[in-house]
């Protein structure tokens, strides 16, 4: 046994004189296909917010404190949570991650609860949808000491955890100056801490969204000509693939810049509108004509109940809306008699719509089944966040249907047409429940 160990001994001694050259280890310098570009390509870069925020990687949104930013990637989570455009740009739905390491949870609960009432949105519609999570107790992503490269912590590694299991699409933030523990203008320990960033959003393919402020002189400064939206080391800017900066002006509107964009052209910039005790929104939309597309949005949320309510009850005694579009009993036909569907005055192409709107919602799911006759066939089913959005207990379990559903020569369901008229996000509120005030927190 000591001769074996003694051989072993030497064995790694031995290695240890090997020159390095002999020790294989994986090119540094990767080549890359040329001669295939066409018939093999390449995707064009992604985008979640189109043109803003590419996919991938990470974008920098700066603004001087007080100026909104936090709210504005809160309004952006919340878009990605429930598929819906930002300031008119379209969003793509998924998952988001919102990491608050400046702000404590009473105060992005509050926040989250104002853009909820603002945009008429279901908060338990977001369950699922939106993480948000508090690390003002632990709050560096990053931690570097005097000159050295620096490296993750802990924070980090369950932030990468969080956005692995739930397959994240938006990750933001907020913000760097508690999340980067080194020197912001050590260009080395920036371009660590901006690295570390970009292999979280490569994971999931997500666009991470790194909040930053900027210092008083750089805000002063951004009133010149040239001048850059970000303060401390240049890295900042040069490992952002996209940059945007928030500036308020003296009358308190506020202006949202595309300043920097690798990955496509720079994108005009948005005038935005702060109206009190609302959201910031474009311009061009603000008055009345914003306060008649909430109102309707309002209407249609309230007719999607009712509809959902008439269904669910339906349901309770095994009668079955089909989901083809010319079946005897789609959700037109099989309601139209009732008086509580009469007093909603849908036409079929509004009850359309109306089914439309609760599909893209999450509220109507497509389920299959095999009627008394054995025959395969599809129906409409209400799920649990439908029975929430209108108002009724979920069942434990959906009851086996066992009737005949009469849609004789139905077939399966069709391609759901375009919704019309909003995206179907937006609960039911109380009369008169207008944005309350965020003037303290924006």
Not at 403 to 427: I, K, L, N, Y
Request: charged fraction near 25%; hydrophobic fraction near 40%; aromatic fraction near 6%.
């Amino acid at each position: 046994m000591k001769r074996e160990q003694a051989l072993m001994q030497e064995v790694l001694m031995d290695a240890m004189d090997w020159p390095a050259e002999t020790v294989e280890r994986a090119p540094r310098l990767k080549p890359v296909s040329v001669a295939d570009v066409f018939t093999h390509p390449s995707p064009p870069p992604a985008f979640l917010w189109h043109g803003l925020l590419p996919r991938s990687t990470v974008s920098l949104l700066s603004a001087h404190g007080g100026t909104g930013k936090s709210t504005l990637a809160l309004m952006l989570g919340v878009a990605a949570a429930t598929s819906r455009p930002l300031f008119d740009i379209a969003v793509e739905p998924g998952p988001a991650v919102f990491v608050s390491l400046e702000d404590g949870p009473g105060i992005v609960r509050h926040r989250l609860a104002h853009v909820c009432r603002c945009w008429g949105v279901n908060p338990a519609l977001l369950d699922g949808r939106l993480h948000i999570v508090d690390g003002t107790e632990y709050p560096e992503l990053f931690t570097a000491e005097t000159r050295g490269p620096g490296e993750t912590t802990a924070t980090f590694s369950e932030m990468r955890d969080l956005v692995q299991s739930v397959g994240a699409g938006l990750v933001v933030v907020d913000n760097a100056s508690d999340a980067f523990g080194g020197d912001e203008i050590q260009r080395r320990q920036v371009r660590a801490f901006m690295r570390s960033l970009v292999e979280i959003a490569r994971d999931t393919n997500a666009a991470v969204l790194l909040l930053a402020h900027v210092d008083k002189s750089t805000s002063r400064a951004r009133k010149g000509e040239g001048s850059e939206g970000y303060s401390g080391s240049t890295a900042w800017h040069n490992s952002a693939r996209s940059r945007l900066f928030l500036s308020r002006a003296e009358d308190g509107s506020l202006t949202l810049e595309h300043q920097k964009s690798n990955l496509g052209k720079l994108q005009e910039p948005l005038s935005l509108h702060w109206p009190d005790g609302g959201l910031p929104e474009l311009a061009n939309q603000a008055g009345p004509s914003a306060f008649t597309t909430r109102m309707e949005s309002r209407i249609n949320d309230e007719k999607a109940a009712a509809v959902l309510r008439l269904l669910i009850e339906f349901e309770s005694r095994e009668q079955y809306a089909s989901p083809a579009t010319f079946a005897r009993n789609n959700v037109h036909s099989l309601l139209k008699s009732e008086p509580a569907f009469l007093a909603l005055k849908l036409r079929s192409d509004d009850t359309r719509r109306i089914v439309n709107q609760c599909q893209r919602a999450g509220w109507l799911e497509v389920l299959d089944y095999r009627s008394a006759d054995r025959k395969e066939r599809q129906r409409w089913m209400v799920t649990p966040t439908g029975h929430a959005f209108a108002g009724l207990s979920a069942p434990t379990a959906p009851t086996a249907p066992t009737q005949e559903d009469g849609a004789h020569g139905a077939g399966g369901a069709p391609t759901a047409p375009t919704c019309v008229g909003g995206m179907g996000v937006r609960a039911h509120t109380e009369d008169g429940a207008k944005c309350i005030s965020e003037e303290s927190t924006p």
